[in-house]
């Protein structure tokens, strides 16, 4: 078993839809949860970085972690075109920097 | 400020081929590392550093090295090159080992 899991879509939304893509994990000891943009043929771009549990919102994005279910959320209000992309979870521990990431689910947001 | 700088972006080798990809950061961050990316398997953290001078190995070091002389640079060494490596690579740092990790563009290695 994976210690991150992620379903790689692909994703198909129409422009405006709220788009949920989610994570679940193994590992109890990770404390930090990211979410990374990754368009084609580029880099992961970070788009959120939460510590523990709760919500965080940035704009259209708001990212959710429950730990007690080992379960990570990420929302997209009023999807657009430019939201088509790979979308990455990551988390880590606080022992390191070493960053485990899920495979990706790739999202596509039709006009 | 550029980031994080991979060079070369494309390379074709030949089994056997070593070869060298860079990463350059002009962010004085301490905390560099570098992954491999292929399809279904996500990104794997192939070595990193802490900073100048400290490496480690990560989930998949073999048939890789890396050095770490200056805290601008981390190159990594690939000895003698195998189909398996064929992947895109990718390069990030971050102020420490706890903030978020920021990524290059990646180079894409293919080995005939």
């Known amino acids: 078993q994976k210690e991150v899991e992620q379903d790689p879509g692909p994703l198909s939304v129409p422009e405006g839809a709220i788009v949920s893509l989610n994570c679940t994990y193994s590992?109890?000891?990770?404390?930090?949860f990211m979410w990374y943009r990754q368009y084609s043929r580029k880099g992961p771009e970070l788009l959120m970085y939460?510590?523990?549990?709760g919500n965080k919102e940035d704009g259209r994005f708001t990212a959710q972690v429950d730990k007690s279910s080992k379960y990570i959320s990420l929302f997209i209000r009023d999807s657009q075109p430019s939201d088509s992309a790979t979308y990455l979870c990551a988390m880590k521990d606080n022992q390191g920097g070493k960053l485990i990431f899920g495979q990706g689910t790739e999202l596509s947001v039709k006009p | 400020n550029a980031g994080v700088t991979q060079t070369p972006k494309f390379q074709v080798l030949k089994t056997g081929q070593s070869m060298t990809l860079q990463c350059a950061q002009d962010?004085?961050?301490?905390?560099m590392s570098w992954y491999r990316q292929d399809p279904g398997m996500g990104l794997r953290l192939i070595h990193y550093s802490v900073g100048a001078g400290i490496t480690d190995q990560g989930e998949v070091p073999n048939g890789y090295n890396v050095s770490r002389s200056t805290t601008e640079d981390f190159p990594l060494r690939l000895l003698s090159a195998a189909p398996s490596q064929t992947s895109v690579y990718f390069c990030a740092s971050s102020r420490a080992v706890d903030q978020p990790q920021h990524f290059g563009d990646g180079t894409r290695l293919s080995i005939l």
């Open positions: 939460t510590y523990s549990s």
């Open positions: 590992n109890s000891a990770f404390q930090y």
């Open positions: 962010m004085n961050h301490e905390y």
